[in-house]
């Protein structure tokens, strides 16, 4: 017979286990950036396509193991609500490379880290979900630290502004996306991503020169795409379902002060006084609105995942 004991000890592991995926996932997101900053001569088409011929597969082996069955739900991906959130990643997936090589990492991780908030705003305005005090003032807090960190590109000259102006499109497209997902819910996620990975390579192949890119850097790409697709999503995944959706979301916003770093650390990536400043306040918001989820009691301690973590990343981590 099982004692209480051995029950709350069990219960202690899986959550520490949880935890543990969580932050792998979350570091595996995080070097996106640094892989883009490894190949500066590969253009956005061959980067795109070696990237999601790579991701796609591993994607639909997530989905394999995951359900434990050779079967896919293409059919409902077809669907107009599975055909928008197949166009939004395919989208997010190019304006996500094009941000990366033509802003800093760490103004991107700022702008991206506004889902949430983006997607409170698009509930309200479809569903007229209204949202809680605190989400209105975190996502507040969030929007003067995305204008704080654009400011200073535009300051210096405007040289990122492109980055980031494309990057708020990645944040609008996981926003709507996760929207979407929690209005069709019957909408397969895994086979959505899986399809738009395939998508956006068969569109960069138009574009892209893939065959004479040296082996190296296609390496280097292939890994890219499994490390920060398939595996990443699928230890989320794993870890995600062991915690309540807060917690998960909480871990895995450790992404966005890890992201930088590495370019930091590896390109000499310094991001200007602006972003650390708007960074603050995003990573501030985020925190604060978490707490409050885990204050709620009962409706937050769901243990379910959130729908999305985003390619970027919800927990939302798609692009």
């Known amino acids: 017979m099982v004692s209480a004991v051995d029950v709350n000890t069990g219960s202690r592991r899986d959550a520490w ?18 892989f883009v900053r490894m190949v500066p001569d590969v253009d956005i088409w061959n980067v795109v396509f ?34 928008a959130i197949t166009t ?10 094009y941000s990366m090589q ?25 569903f ?23 400011s200073g590109t535009v300051t210096a000259g405007g040289g990122h502004l492109k980055g980031d102006l494309a990057m708020v499109y990645v944040a609008f497209a996981i926003a709507m996306m996760t929207v979407i997902m929690r209005r069709y819910r019957d909408t397969p996620m895994l086979e959505s991503v899986a399809l738009a990975c395939f998508m956006a390579a068969i569109f960069a192949f138009f574009f892209a020169d893939p065959f004479n890119v040296p082996i190296g850097e296609m390496a280097l790409l292939g890994l890219f795409g ?6 990443a999503l699928g230890i989320y995944t794993m870890g995600a379902r062991r915690l309540p959706a807060a917690q998960a979301t909480l871990l895995s916003s450790a992404e966005m002060p890890m992201a930088p770093l590495w370019v930091w650390f590896f390109f000499d990536e310094m991001p200007a006084t602006e972003t650390f400043v708007g960074g603050a306040l995003v990573l501030a918001a985020i925190l604060w609105n978490i707490v ?19 390619v970027a990343g919800t927990s939302t981590k798609q692009a």
């Open 292 to 310: 409050v989820e885990l204050r709620a009691g009962p409706t937050a301690e769901t243990g379910e995942a959130p729908v999305l973590h985003g």
């Open 128 to 150: 007229r979900e209204r949202p809680g005090v605190s989400t209105v003032f975190c996502t507040f807090a969030a929007i003067v630290g995305v204008v704080v960190t654009v």
């Open 50 to 83: 070696w990237r999601c011929i790579f991701g796609g597969p591993s994607i639909i082996a997530l989905a394999m193991i995951e359900r434990k069955r050779w079967s896919f739900e293409w059919r409902r991906t077809m669907a107009p609500a599975g055909v």
């Open 17 to 34: 286990l949880g935890i543990l995926l969580v932050l792998t996932s979350a570091l595996a997101w995080s070097t996106m950036g640094l």
């Open 102 to 126: 033509n802003t800093t990492i760490a103004n991107g991780g700022v702008i991206y880290s506004t889902v949430p908030f983006m997607a409170a705003i698009l509930a309200w305005v479809w």
């Open 88 to 97: 939004l990643i395919a989208t997010g997936l190019f304006s996500s490379i």
């Open 226 to 231: 499994i490390i920060t697709q398939g595996v």
